[in-house]
């Protein structure tokens, strides 16, 4: 079964600036082996998988294959030395066939071949037939469904015969059927003896097909064992669910005018190209109600925000105290009162905190600017500690702070949040509860929270969506949510 | 594919054999203005190499093509030697100033490297100027040998050149390594990780473009007998060749040639609006890239192949 | 003698550079957009300045004025015909708009350029000193409009700098440099603020061609040797920093009035050429650039 070890990563680090994307990180893979490295968004594994691939250069460690050190190696060398990798993304050429899209992958790195050789052309059928693309070899990229493409992706991964096969969130964007063919050809590539390592944010889709799972959180491995034992694990669930799922007292919030719902979303439907990012979505938040969106990366969480805020086109209904939303520019959705603040923080680096805050309140006159202002310093008083200092320096929770910051000057009616927790030491979390906790006491908000971390986000909620691949697989309170859900969330 | 690649051959057979029948029918007059476009054909089929496949915009293709022209046309002029030596030297120099060029360049992000091709000619230009004494300078310099008197035996000479570059320049960009090419210019990242050094393959792209510029441009020069900076250098050229590249369709090579030939011929045609020629072509090649980026022909393939 | 000539010389065309460059600069930094049609922008006011002021004899200041709107007009044109349309076009790949609008440009520029020879011809124009007289600086007998024209540059700019660092809205289009989708999701829409940037760009630009017909003068051949020398500035400063600009600038015009100077006038352009090639390789990201 499992062979030699084919690829050993040692100690490998990697910083982007003042950002650890990769830590102190080792692990083995052998030869006929599946292993699935998993984690959150920031995990750093996706920076991992382009260390390998020699996409991006590490900052200290190694990376052996077959014992020798690749670290460092331009990745058409890596390549060659029998590494492959399967984007994320597929990335055909859109004006060549599937046949010479393939054949490609099958050229030698030469200048002066002009032939591509009957032989290579063989070969090339033969590989795509193997992944199942033998009906389709002459058709164009842009002609081809969304399965079909991951499969051109896969074919060209192992039309070299590679050692290592690499491949980033092999079942994205797929169907129940469709994923189950595709782990039939990634236990394929196992059993031809190949060293497979799958890139995911979730234990649960890897879970039948790895022999060994990784797990990571902010750069480090966390965790590693097979899948049942990964997803036991107290620092895993810790890390995903926030730990302990508690059924949390809940005092009813006073009665308010509930006939009307705040935010009603209908039926909604996001496509980018041909995968279906969210499938009829439906859900609604009412006036003064903390409303929870809990889901895994790649759920669709932030493709549900940026439908709402304008930021992506949509099929089906959004609407904001009755008002269709579809008739409003993004800007003016945030002048509305429905304000994002998204996964991305999306700051302005080079400007000071105070610059940042002051921005967001630029539709507000003079004095209730300063008044604003005065209040979100005493929500967050290292923020006037640090208001000349520039965005980029600040630390991660300092930059999240910073951005709910921004958005609260803006005195939005609805306040859409993206997973502030992402990426943030546990220490910070409690600080952004507290401030949830005193902005919902202290002025009536409604809020619309999308999270991974269920911890933080149960306390605070009076109702809980659970989005999975695109779509809304659950709704209730937090209580029956500690029940029903605790289990088989992860 | 195969399909269309044979009827394209037909047809384009068909053109070839035309081309060379024009001169029983066409006036020297004429005949010299398509023997000038022909050569402007291959300046355009090098860029589309460069810029269609490698991915890399090219704003000086008039660098490669004047150190070309002027390197042939001062050893003529200055050292006396035969024509063939001037345009292999030439030739040889276009690709040493490429390869120059190209390597610290490619490094360089799409519009600085745009940029710095550009300030090379301008450069070229000003030194040209300088070193008027080698050079002519702004007036330009004459060359004792030219190819033919006759402007039948110019107007073959220059189709056959097409043709031959056509060719070859059409060839390469269906064969083995024109696939890569497409490869590296439409996704490096995609490139490398399927194993191809990107880099090393456009720095050839460029070699091979500036080959062709280089060997059109000391061809050009003894077609005219005379060598200037207005001619071979100009921006204004670049542009035009540029044009001519985008007007018939982008990584099409063959549309290239159809572009820069029918520019010359339209100039020709707006001549009698003086200045303003310059600005329809400018007009037109504008309008191009606002409704048809995908260039005439470019369109034209794409429609037969939706169908 | 001549060190004070090329010091108080160079000053003078430093500052008009750096005013070109700003604007050139600015909409780099705010629209993402080289724009090679830039030199064609500026020979447009100065030429429409002077015939305004001679031909249609109405004066000096009027026909600065409306030197200033044409060069305005031309660079809304500029955006809503070639730019905007480039930008939006569903026909072009993302990653190839860069390169369209930069051929879009420099076609509109050309066009521009033959435009306005052809209405005008091809001479170099000198529109009349805006205040006659000399004066004397260290016995170096200079115009006083060329000291005015140092001074009207620096205060545009000035007022520029006011404008983006105590108004919200320049507040706001520093922010769209910085993070158009940012920008968007704090309420500012993103096509007023481009057009706000095009429109203080043209009044840069458009001021900056006047001031120089009134100094050099300008004739439409100068329209590639404008682009060249701004797009030489823009990158050693940096591309997207204003300061990075303003420093480059004088180290261009400096470099161009010693050359003129001391080599020969037509050599002029070459040690920014030059100049430009060596930052290009060395730093691309240029003094104080930071994209």
């Known amino acids: 079964m499992t062979g030699a070890v084919r690829l050993q990563v040692s100690e490998l680090g990697k910083r982007f600036g003042g950002v650890v994307a990769v830590k102190n990180m080792s692990f083995d893979l052998r030869a006929g082996e599946i292993v699935g490295l998993i984690g959150p968004n920031g995990s750093g594994k996706s920076t991992v ?9 590490a900052n200290s460690g190694a990376i052996r294959l077959d014992g020798v050190d690749i670290a460092g190696w331009p990745a058409h060398r890596i390549a060659r030395a029998g590494v492959s990798i399967v984007f994320q993304h597929s990335r055909p050429l859109q004006r060549q066939t599937v046949l010479e899209n393939v054949k490609l992958a099958l050229l030698p790195d030469s200048l002066l071949r002009l032939a591509t050789g009957a032989s290579a052309a063989e070969r090339a059928r033969a590989i795509a037939e193997q992944v199942g693309l033998g009906g389709v070899l002459q058709r164009h990229p842009w002609t081809l469904p969304f399965a079909d493409l991951r499969r051109m992706e896969l074919a060209k991964a192992v039309a070299r015969d590679p050692k290592v096969v690499l491949i980033d969130e092999p079942f994205a964007g797929l169907t129940a059927g469709e994923i189950k063919v595709f782990s039939d050809l990634i236990r394929t590539l196992r059993d031809e003896g190949r060293a497979v390592l799958l890139v995911d944010h979730s234990v649960k889709s890897v879970a039948a097909l790895a022999d060994r799972v990784i797990a990571m959180y902010l750069g480090e491995r966390i ?7 990964v997803m036991q694990n107290e620092t895993v669930r810790r890390v995903y669910i926030g730990g302990k799922i508690e059924n949390v007292e809940r005092k009813t919030a006073a009665a308010a005018d509930r006939s009307t719902n705040l935010l009603d979303i209908d039926n909604v439907e996001v496509f980018y190209g041909k995968a279906t990012a969210l499938d009829r979505v439906s859900l609604h938040v009412q006036q003064d109600e903390f409303v929870s969106i809990v889901g895994l990366n790649g759920a669709g969480k932030t493709t549900l925000f940026n439908a709402i805020s304008g ?12 008002q269709d939303l579809k008739t409003l520019t993004a ?11 998204p996964e991305t923080r999306e700051l302005f680096g080079h400007m000071s905190v105070r610059e940042n805050l002051e921005l967001g309140g630029g539709h507000l006159s003079n004095d209730e600017r300063q008044r604003q202002l005065a209040w979100v310093f005493d929500l967050f008083p290292i923020l006037e500690q640090r208001q000349a200092q520039a965005a980029r320096t600040l630390s991660g929770g300092e930059q999240q702070m910073l951005a709910l910051g921004r958005a609260l000057m803006m005195q939005p009616k609805l306040l859409v949040l993206d997973e502030p927790t992402l990426g943030l030491a ?45 779509r809304i697989t659950w709704h209730g309170d937090p209580a029956r949510f500690a029940e029903e859900m605790s289990t088989g969330y992860l | 594919m195969t399909f269309l690649r044979s009827r394209l051959f037909w047809i384009a057979a068909v053109v070839v054999v035309i081309a060379a029948l024009l001169p029983f029918w066409l006036s020297a007059y004429l005949l010299g203005i398509l023997t000038a476009a022909y050569y402007f054909g291959v300046f355009a089929m090098a860029w589309d190499l460069l810029f269609g496949f490698a991915g890399e915009v090219n704003f000086g293709p008039t660098f490669l093509i004047g150190l070309g022209a002027y390197t042939a046309a001062i050893l003529n002029a200055n050292y006396g030697l035969p024509i063939p030596v001037c345009v292999i030297a030439g030739a040889f120099a276009a690709v040493v100033g490429g390869i120059l060029l190209a390597v610290p360049a490619l490094r360089l992000r799409g519009p600085y490297f745009g940029l710095v091709t550009l300030v090379a000619v301008l450069l070229l230009q000003n030194f040209v100027v300088i070193f008027a004494g080698v050079t002519g300078g702004e007036i330009g310099m004459t060359v004792p040998d030219v190819l033919s008197i006759d402007a039948d035996v110019n107007y073959w000479y220059a189709l056959a050149f097409l043709v031959l570059c056509a060719v070859l320049l059409f060839g390469l960009s269906r064969s083995a390594v024109g696939l890569i090419l497409e490869a590296s210019g439409q996704d490096a990242v995609g490139a490398a990780a399927l194993g191809f050094n990107v880099t090393k393959h456009k720095i050839a792209a460029f070699c091979v473009s500036a080959l062709f510029s280089g060997t059109a441009g000391a061809m050009l020069i003894f077609y005219m007998g005379t060598a200037s900076v207005n001619t071979v250098v100009d921006v204004a050229i670049a542009v035009q060749i540029i044009i001519a590249a985008v007007l018939g369709g982008r990584r099409t090579i063959l549309g290239a040639a159809l572009g820069a030939v029918f520019l010359i011929v339209a100039n020709e045609f707006l001549r009698p609006l003086g200045q303003l020629n310059t600005f329809v072509v400018s007009a037109v090649a504008l309008a191009v890239i606002l409704f048809f980026p995908e260039g005439l022909l470019g369109y034209a393939l794409h429609r037969s192949e939706r169908e | 003698m001549r060190a004070v000539q090329i010091l108080v010389d160079g000053f003078a065309i430093s500052s008009l550079y750096g005013l070109a460059a700003v604007g050139f600069t600015l909409i780099f930094g705010v629209s993402g957009v080289l724009n090679l049609a830039h030199g064609g922008i500026m020979v447009v006011a100065a030429i429409i300045g002077w015939a305004a002021a001679g031909e249609f004899g109405l004066g000096t200041y009027a026909g600065t004025l409306i030197g200033v709107i044409a060069g305005l007009i031309m660079a809304y044109a500029t955006y809503l015909v070639v730019v905007r349309p480039i930008q939006r076009s569903r026909a072009i790949r993302p990653e190839e708009t860069e390169i369209f609008v930069l051929t879009g440009t420099l076609l509109w520029g050309i066009m521009i350029q033959v435009g306005m020879a052809y209405l005008f011809s091809d001479n170099p124009v000198t529109m009349r ?5 000399v004066v004397n600086i260290f016995g170096v007998r200079t115009p006083t409009n060329e000291i005015l024209i140092a001074v009207i540059a620096w205060a545009v700019i000035g007022l520029l700098w006011l404008l ?24 500012y829409e993103l096509t007023q603020l481009y057009l706000i940037a095009w429109t203080i760009y043209g009044i840069l630009a458009g001021t900056a061609g006047v001031l120089l017909a009134s100094f050099l003068g300008v004739s439409t051949t100068n ?35 010693m050359t003129a100077y001391l080599i020969a006038p037509t050599l002029r352009p070459i040690p920014s050429l030059i100049l430009l090639v060596l930052v290009v390789y060395v730093r691309p990201q240029g003094l104080l650039g930071r994209r």
């Open chain 1, 49 to 57: 998988m382009s260390l390998i691939m020699g996409l991006t250069r």
């Open chain 1, 223 to 229: 965790a590693e064992g097979s899948a049942d034992e």
């Open chain 1, 311 to 322: 930021l992506v086109p949509f099929r089906g209904a959004i609407r904001f105290s009755g």
């Open chain 1, 331 to 341: 800007a003016q959705i945030a002048r509305a009162g429905v304000v994002q603040c």
């Open chain 1, 426 to 470: 546990p220490v910070i979390l409690g600080l952004l509860s507290k401030a949830i906790e005193r902005l919902r006491k202290e002025h009536s908000l409604t809020l619309l929270l999308a999270e991974q971390n269920v911890t933080f986000a149960l306390p605070h909620s009076d109702r809980v969506y659970v989005l999975d691949h695109g």
């Open chain 3, 129 to 133: 000193p805006l205040i006659a007289g």
């Open chain 3, 164 to 187: 983006v660092n105590r108004t919200r809205t320049g507040k706001a289009l520093l922010g769209a440099s910085m993070n158009p989708r940012g920008v968007t999701l704090l309420g």
């Open chain 3, 223 to 257: 329209a590639g040797q404008l682009t060249a020398s701004a797009f030489s500035i823009v990158v050693l400063g940096g591309l997207g920093s204003v300061s990075g600009s303003l420093i480059a600038a004088y180290v261009v015009g400096y470099l161009e009035t």
